[in-house]
């Protein structure tokens, strides 16, 4: 193999380990995340709730505000709720 041919193994087998050991943290991870819904879970927390706020606390303010808007509109419209 040639020298170049060498680098270019040794940089492909470099980024594949360096993935597979970022997999393996992303589980780990994954799987600490998993705990502490069940964690929150045991305690009383509704657990879908939760996976809600987390959601919307990742959004921009005005992203938020925009969606909230548009749900209560939709539900105005759908009887859901009584319009304000």
């Known amino acids: 193999m040639s020298e170049s041919g060498g680098t270019a193994h040794n940089q492909l087998q470099s980024i594949v380990q360096r993935i597979e050991r970022l997999e393996e943290e ?3 991870l994954a799987d600490d995340i998993r705990d502490v819904y069940a964690e929150a879970k045991a305690v ?4 879908k709730a939760l996976r809600t706020v987390v959601k919307l606390r990742k959004q921009d303010a005005a992203e938020r505000q925009e969606h ?15 319009d304000e």
Do not use: N, P, R
């Open 26 to 28: 992303k589980k780990a």
């Open 44 to 47: 009383g927390f509704d657990v």
């Open 68 to 82: 909230e808007a548009i749900l209560a509109t939709y539900m105005v419209a759908l009887g859901m709720v009584v």
